[in-house]
């Protein structure tokens, strides 16, 4: 692929989809198997299941699929046919974490050491689960910008829809890609020399150049973490480049301009590839009936591919288990 030049053409590039093309449903076959696995594993703590815990060939070839889907189709996948009248919340997220070990190995989400991220509203804003997060991001009601994660795959499992709102927006980044070389490949080569990052929860300024995008073995990958670039500019005294701030601009733009937008219903669970696909939600309300609820998961696969170290996440998970560590040895919780 010659950055600027060649457009990608294949499954992984497309724009405003309806949900249905992300749609998999689950056959009788795997929601037995799926339910068998659950009531085996019953009386385990739910996150310390293993993949050999919850296992059966039907599990294994559905996260084989999962995996083609994420890979060499769409990028994203929203599993179809989990009951929630028939599953409360604690089987949904038994379920849902099981599965997952067949995807990936779980990474920690805050310096908490969290493998598993409850996406809601704050119940009581003013003692935050985690005082870090300070009622945003994923603990809030608000609109969520497009951004991307952690790791090669994320999952997002609904337990509960709001009441009103909380739409999912995905965008396909080689689409974005391909509308700058068509658009504006003058400032494209801004994304991939990137600007200086403040990373992790204690806005540590990296020595070198973070990117937003790279390309790795012909594969265009993406890392959407621009706060803190934009925090880097004012710790150092500087604007961001005007060539970058207008790139993550038309970014931004064409994502929204190609976006695929739906409402993830109870028992329904998405998950995508977190280089190729970026992410956001729309804001929601709740109300007593309906509190909102996700289970997030961040989750490497055994061959997952590397990233390049001028990706923010490199630099995050280190510094994540650096101090996870250091609260371990020390016996200080996070």
């Known amino acids: 692929m010659k950055i600027g030049k060649d457009l990608i053409d294949n499954k992984t590039a497309w724009r405003n989809p309806?949900?249905?093309l992300f749609i998999r449903d689950l056959t009788g076959e795997e929601l037995a198997a799926l339910d068998q696995a659950l009531h085996a594993t019953i009386d385990k703590p739910k996150l310390s299941i293993t993949r050999e815990e919850f296992d059966h060939p039907v599990i294994?070839?559905?996260?084989r699929k999962i995996m083609v889907d994420l890979r060499e189709g769409p990028g994203a996948t929203i599993l179809r046919g989990l009951d929630a009248k028939v599953y409360d919340a604690e089987a949904i997220e038994r379920i849902y974490w099981g599965l997952g070990m067949h995807l990936g190995k779980p990474s920690w989400q805050n310096d908490l050491g969290d493998l598993m991220g409850y996406v809601e509203e704050e119940p009581d804003p003013e003692n935050p689960y985690d005082s870090r997060t300070k009622g945003r991001g994923y603990?809030?009601?608000h609109e969520a910008g497009?951004?991307?994660d952690t790791d090669e795959v994320v999952g997002l499992a609904c337990v509960r829809r709001a009441e009103q709102g909380g739409t999912s927006v995905i965008a396909s980044i080689p689409t974005i890609y391909n509308e700058f070389v068509k658009k504006r490949p003058d400032i494209l080569p801004a994304l991939f020399?990137?600007?200086y990052a403040t990373v992790?929860?204690?806005e540590v300024m990296s020595d070198q150049k973070m990117v937003i995008f790279a390309e790795v073995d012909g594969q265009l990958l993406c890392e959407l973490q621009d706060s803190g670039m934009r925090k880097a500019a004012e710790k150092r005294g500087e604007k961001l480049p005007e060539?970058?701030?207008?790139?993550l601009s038309f970014l931004r733009d064409t994502a929204e301009e190609t976006r695929a937008e739906f409402l993830l219903e109870d028992g329904e669970i998405l998950l995508w590839n977190n280089r190729t696909v970026i992410h956001g939600r729309r804001g929601f309300q709740n109300s007593p009936e309906r509190r909102r609820l996700l289970l997030r998961l961040w989750l490497a696969p055994e061959d997952t591919p590397p990233v390049p170290d001028t990706f923010p996440e490199v630099m995050r998970k280190r510094l994540r288990r650096e101090k996870i560590e250091r609260q371990l040895a020390s016996g200080v919780p996070g």
Not at 60 to 63: H, N, Y
């Open 146 to 148: 497009y951004h991307t």
């Open 243 to 247: 060539d970058l701030v207008e790139a």
């Open 60 to 63: 294994r070839e559905l996260a």
């Open 139 to 141: 603990r809030s009601s």
């Open 18 to 20: 309806p949900k249905d």
């Open 200 to 202: 992790g929860q204690d």
């Open 193 to 195: 020399e990137g600007y």
